[in-house]
Structure formats: C-alpha cells, structure tokens
C-alpha cells in the first residue's frame, strides 16, 4: 500500500513534475545553439595614479602641471599561474584584444574623452563653430542618421578600451598562488608579417616594423603646450631592412618577466602609473623612445623592473 | 522626424524628391523595417549557421586581408560594373558637366592635380580631393570625419551636397534618375540587382561596390616587403624606407600598416582607433586654431582637442596625388619633406595642438633623395591605368570621358 501510495502521481505531482521538468530542460535548450564554451574568468586589469584609479573620464595625472593620456597600451605575454604544486600556463580567450597567448591591454585612446562608445553614436552634428558657413562637405549627419537604421553592426566594431584580461578556464587563487608574466610580444612573434597575424598583433600602432616587432608599451602623454612618450620595445634588432626579419635575438630585447603574488583575492590587476613616472621629468625633450641619448629611459627601464609597477591585488 | 534635430541651422545638405520621400514614405516601412525584422528573425534562427562565403573575388596578393563589406551591400562584380559606368558617367551630375571620375581620375590614383576640387556648377570646394587607394580598408571617410565609417554614407555628399554643389543632384532626382532608365543600363541593374529598377539605393551602393574594388597593392615596395622580393627596390629606395620606419623620422607612426595609414580596419582587424592628428601647418592664435574655413576634426566632435585634426591618408601611390594636405597647400613631396623636417610651417612649429611625433628633423640631401624615392617606390604601376585604356563595358555612348 505504501508502495503503490508512492507510485502514485497525482496530477497536482504532474503539473510540479512538468514545470521542474521545463526549469531543468529550459537551459539545455536555450544553450543548443552554442558551442562548449568554457566558462568566463575575467580579471580586470586597472591604471592607477597615486592611489587613485584613472578613469576614461578623468584620464589625467598631475606632476607639476596636469597631463591627459593620450594613448596607454601593453602586451602581456607568457601567463602563467603557479600553484602549490604546479606552474601551467594560463590561456586566455581569443577575440579582437587577445590571441590564446597574448593579450593588447589598452586603457585611453585620445577619443576616450569625448566618447567611447561606437562612433556612429558620436554623430553629433557638425557644427557650431562653423554655423553658416559656406562648407560642410565633411558634414553629413542626417545623411549618417537614416544610415544607421539600416547599418549594419560589422563596421561599427568599436573596441577603443580593453581593460581585463579574459581568461580561457577559472583562475583559481590562493596563497600560494604566483602570476608571472611578460610585458612584451614573445620573439617567435614578434618579427613575422603583420598582415598574417591575428588581432591585436596586426593593429598598426603598436607596430613598429617587422625588424624592430611591437612596441610592447605604449604612453602617450600630453598637456596644453607639450608631449612626452614612453615607447618600450626591443632595440638593436639585425636585419637587412626594416622589412626584414632579425634571424637573432635583439641586443636589447626589452621584454620584462614579471612575478606576482595576491595582495588580496587575486581579483584584479593593478598598473600603478606613478611608480612607472617616479624620478621622470614630464618634458618632450625627455621622451623615451629608446634612442641611445634619451636619458629618461634608463629610469623608466628601472622603475618597470624594480619599481612594483604591476600588482596583483 | 528622420533627421537629428540639431542639425537644422548647421548642416545644408538635405535629401530632397525621392530620396527624401522613400526616406519617409511607407516604402521605408515596408523596405527597411520590415526586412530588418524579419533579418532579425532569421538571424535568431539561423544563429547556428556559419555566414554565407563572400564569393567576390578582390584579386589580393596572397597574404592580404579581405576589407570588411556591409553586410547589406556584399560585393559583385556585377556591382562594380554597374558602379564603374556610373562612376565614368557625367549623367549623375544635375547638368551633364561632370562625374565622379572629373574629381577622381585614374591617372592620379583617383586624385587629381588641383589645390582643392571644382563642383559641377563651378564652385570651388575647400578640400584637396582624396585618392581613392584602398578606400575599402578606412575605418572612417573624407579628410576628417569620426562618424563616416560607410562608404555608401561618404558617396551620397558629392551625389546630394548643396553647399558646396558637387554633382548637385538635389532638386534634380527625377531628372538624374530618368538617365539611367535606358536600353543600355537595364541589363547592368538587372545584373546587379534582379531587375531593371533604377534608384539612388542602387546607383549608391553599385558605386560603393566599385569604389571598394579599388585595391592597389602591387607597388615596388610591396614586392620587396610582401613576396619577399629583395631586388624589387634600390638600394636608396631601401635607405628610404629604413628613414621612413625611423623614430628619428616618426612617419610610420601616423603613416603606419600595410596601407600607410592607421585608420584601417579589415577582416581581421576591427579595432577602432581613428587617429586624426595635427601637424602643425596652422597656428593662427598661437593657441593652435586653423583657418576658419576648415578646422577639421573639430567641426565633427566639437572637441576643443580635435583642432586641425585631419586623417592620415594612405601613401600608397602618393607620387601621383600632388597637391598635398588636405587643402592642398603643399605643392610637390619635396615641399612636404621640408614641412615636416622644419615640424610645422610657419607658426604651426608651435603649435601646442600639433602631434607629438612632428618634432621636425634634418636631412642630407641625400637622405632627401632616398625618402623620395622610397616614396615613389609606392606607386603601383597598374592601378588606374586600365580605366585610361579599358573600352567601356557595353557601350561608348553609356560613359563620358573623364
């Protein structure tokens, strides 16, 4: 009796027995379409300032006057997770920033201040300044507004910003764990022909040549009068031509391993940009693009070995 | 209702006649928001699918990426040759006087050899014409404009523009339209789009088609960078392009890629950086201000920054697009080695607007020549040179000689 008591489904039991049913089977459908993907681990990777996080809309520093970024930009190289036991690389997901071995880290490009979403939302009419005037050839923006209700979404792309690291498998953080990692693009890559490459290492700007490779950071500073740039990338590299590729490694191949432990829950990434400038006086003269006189950028070298510039927070 | 609001009192051009009606009428409904919901509804069912292969071939050399196409005007070559009768043809323009290709001439990698370009009614515009040189590749339009990413959006100024007239058709669609409904451009609609309909949709986006086919990568330089070819250049030529990659020279830095140009996207590069710069050939207030006239980037954006700011166009073929800048102003490439060895002109020198990579430089007249001729190393004998030559497609009397 007890038996057939249990046995029995009442339609009241259906109904709940359905609904579980679709609750349970609702997710298998909806994720048919995909493909396994393996679950997302973002670490999120900041800039700061003097203990202070930079933001698209405050991308300024102050030293002695105030300077706006520009552009800031760098390759991460080499990731790799140390554990109790074991050192395994750590691969990341690939899109537009990052290949399974390398990641484009860009935190302003000089549109940052204006917007940063795509530019097809920038079309603000043209132009108040010019109201009346004889000219607006470049000016076309009921033109680009009827376009964009039938625009398609391929061009309008608009990736100005990356600031995480997307990772390919769950990191998994504890006190034991190291993150080591290079700033720079691995020599095997660095030299080959942009145009084969996938994104980001066939983006032009942070190309240099296929003799010298990437510049593996970028800063762009400037202020009302001036600019001041840090281009770090590897020097001395033989070739016939800049065309060509060095057989050999660089003289000065410039690539920085980095090693890190958690200062916290290992949650974020931090760049701190005062330590990078610490002793470096912010004048165009003292840009450092590698070139043998420029004396700024044994400092700059300096404070990216020693200076605890990156920490794993 | 259509239109932004804003732009009312700034911008002239408006869509008139057709345009305008197709743009309001329920035509529109039924032609865009009708298919866009029911693209929408496929796409939601055929999200699985791989996307279709493009099947137009672009003729690259191996290695090259395809540029990226609209996916509402994929390329045919039934298109492009619907798009080069037009292009060649005078009829577009309100009185028969001129057509895109008296602005944009084979013989000048589409350029031509004026300071800035002379519309169809006379009236002078204030921007040197632009090559078209891989045009397929710009992330965005024209001389300086954050917003013009389509070359279908681009096409529709010179078509429609009041002020300055270019083909001035505004006021003329039917005029225009009625044209190209003959017994020689039927079978070239037809081709193209199914049927014989002629409309501006179509002439547009059959003349983005040839524009975008205008691809040019088979100059001196790309023989010795891109097939490896280590004899395609001179040995000045070579110390040119080692000049040219130099951070002594920083050209590469606005110049940069394979198309000379850092606003360039393809298939496998959609990130968006628009670099606009300023090179200093103005400082009219010491506080960096251009001539009134043209201030670039900053009509668009209204952002104090973007003063004097103009896009990098490709070099690609530059030796054959004089004048230079983009009014035009500098004559010859020796005039364009010395303004950026001085860092400027005149008081552009100074300007607290110009780009951080113009910091000026000095030559041998030997290095001179060796820029110069790595320079000329970027012109692809071929490009353009067919159109001189090439019969027109069906008939003389459809096309009209540049």
Known sequence: MTTFTRLTIRPASLNKLFKKSLILLLPIVCVACHKADPPVTVLPVELWYAQQPLTCETPNIQQDITWSIGQFAFFMSQLQIQDKQHLRPLKLQVNDWQTSELALLQFFSRECQSQVDSPLHNSKPANASHSGSQHNDDQHSDVQHTDIQHSDVQQTVSLRLHQQLELAEPLLVNEHSELTFELGVPFALNHLNPLTQPSPLNLPAMFWSWRAGYKFLRLDLFNANESWVFHLGSTGCVADSVMRSPKMACAEPNRLQFSLKPQRDGTALLVHLDRLLAGVKLEGRQSCLLQPEQQSCQILLNNLANGQVFEWR | MCLNPLKATTVRLRLQGPVQCWLKSKWMRVTVVLPCSLSALLLCLSACQEAPEQTYDWRLPAGFPQPLVPQDNPMTAAKVDLGKALFFSQDLSFNQQQSCASCHQPQHAFSEGLTTAIGASGQKLRRNTLALVN????????????????????????????????????????????????????????????????????????????????????????????????????ASAIRGMDLFFSERLECFHCHGGFNFTQSSQHQNQRLDLRPFHNTGLYND???????????????????????????????????????????????????????????????????PLKDTFIQGFSLTVEEQQDLLNFLESLTDEQFGQSFDTEKPLNSDAMFSAP
């Open chain 2, 135 to 234: 045009v397929a590749y710009n992330s965005t339009l024209t001389w300086a404009h954050s917003g013009l990413t389509r070359i279908e959006q681009q096409i529709l100024i010179p078509m429609f523009n009041e002020d300055p007239i270019e083909l001035g058709i505004t006021g003329h669609e039917s005029a225009v339209l009625a044209r190209f409904q003959t017994p020689q451009y039927a079978p070239l609609f037809t081709e193209a789009f199914g049927d014989d309909q002629v409309n501006f949709d179509r002439i547009v986006k059959a003349l983005a088609s040839f524009v975008r086919s205008l691809t040019s990568f088979n100059s001196a330089f790309d023989r010795y960078a891109y097939q490896g070819d280590d004899q395609a250049l001179s």
């Open chain 2, 285 to 351: 207030d010491g506080q960096g201000a251009y001539p009134q006239r043209d201030q670039g980037l900053i009509e668009v954006t209204l952002q104090g920054h973007d003063m004097g700011h103009f896009r990098a166009p490709t070099l690609r073929n530059v030796a054959r697009t004089a004048p230079y800048m983009h009014d035009g102003s500098l004559a010859t490439l020796q005039e364009v080695l010395a303004f950026y060895a001085a860092g400027g002109r005149g008081q552009g020198i100074t300007s």
